[in-house]
């Protein structure tokens, strides 16, 4: 399997319920494999992700997991087919290897997202910097940034199965979109992007095609972005870090109407 390789096609019976007729159809499946994570040669997770944008997904991980603070404190990135999935392994100094070994120490388990299984709780919910950057943007934009989004899923649109999440400029229009089977991958990718582009996450908002989970407000905040948009509804936990660090978090943004969480600071006109 190849990184850049997104879906595979695999026949299969379609069955008639309520709509009668079987039939035999070619469908597009997205791939799935695990994903090695290693920082400085130290084993640092496992995630099942979608095996394309590696470096924009090793770049942006190791960012809003706090492993680097800015992009060129990573020497380089090296991915290696291995057995069954993908070695993606990222070289840092040493001082920065130091904290990702403090913090590998700390994690008992691995999850999708990248968090669940850190031993000590006070490190899960560890203080976010607050968000300084402030843009100026309305409800006509976030309109046109949802009403845009699906000509940015390729890959959704052949599946049906992956996340997308699309950094907009303040108008809607969506600068730079990223998918993947995980939906705190997708995010990890658009913010790898970004830095590889030279893009400031400050100067837009995120849009993301999913559950609104307390991960992506911090990966969101920790990128240095003032707003969050979400198609689907907020945890509890995601509402309260959004307003501890500041974030303007709108959630189930859909075509009729959407729900602003937080907007303490007045960006949405």
């Not at 991980?61 to 380089?76: M, Y």
């Not at 899923?153 to 950094?167: E, I, K």
């Not at 089977?181 to 999913?210: C, E, M, Q, W, Y």
């Not at 500041?246 to 959407?258: E, F």
Request: glycine residues 8%; contains cysteine.
């Amino acid at each position: 399997m190849k990184p850049e390789q997104q879906s595979i096609n695999l026949t299969v019976q379609r069955l008639g319920l309520a709509e009668p007729g079987d039939a035999a159809l070619v469908r597009s499946l997205a791939v799935e494999a695990p994903v090695s994570i290693e920082v400085g040669g130290i084993g640092y997770a496992v995630m099942m992700a979608t095996p394309v944008d590696l470096e924009d997904y090793g770049l942006g991980f190791a960012l809003s997991e706090g492993l680097v603070e800015t992009p060129d404190q990573i020497e380089r990135i090296d991915i290696h087919p291995v057995e069954g999935g993908w070695a993606l392994r990222i070289w840092v100094p040493s001082e920065r290897k130091a904290i990702a070994l403090e913090r590998a120490r700390q994690r008992v388990s691995e999850s999708s997202c990248g968090l669940c299984g850190i031993e000590n709780i006070e490190q899960v919910l560890r203080p976010l910097p607050p968000l300084t950057a402030r843009i100026a943007t309305d409800r006509d934009a976030i309109a046109a940034a949802l009403a845009a989004l699906r000509d940015h899923q390729p890959l959704g649109q052949a599946t049906g199965a992956v996340h997308a999440a699309a950094f907009c400029a303040p108008t809607g229009e969506i600068l730079c979109a990223r998918e993947d089977v995980g939906r705190h991958n997708a995010l990890d990718k658009l913010i790898g992007a970004l830095a590889r582009a030279g893009t400031d996450p400050a100067t837009g908002f995120i849009l993301l095609s999913a559950r609104c989970s307390y991960e992506l407000v911090e990966k969101t905040v920790r990128a240095g972005c003032p707003m969050l948009v979400t198609i689907s509804a907020p945890t509890s936990l995601a509402a309260e870090r959004a307003v501890q660090a500041g974030l303007t978090l709108v959630a189930l943004a859909r075509a009729d109407s959407a729900l602003v969480i937080n907007d303490a600071r007045g960006m949405i006109a």
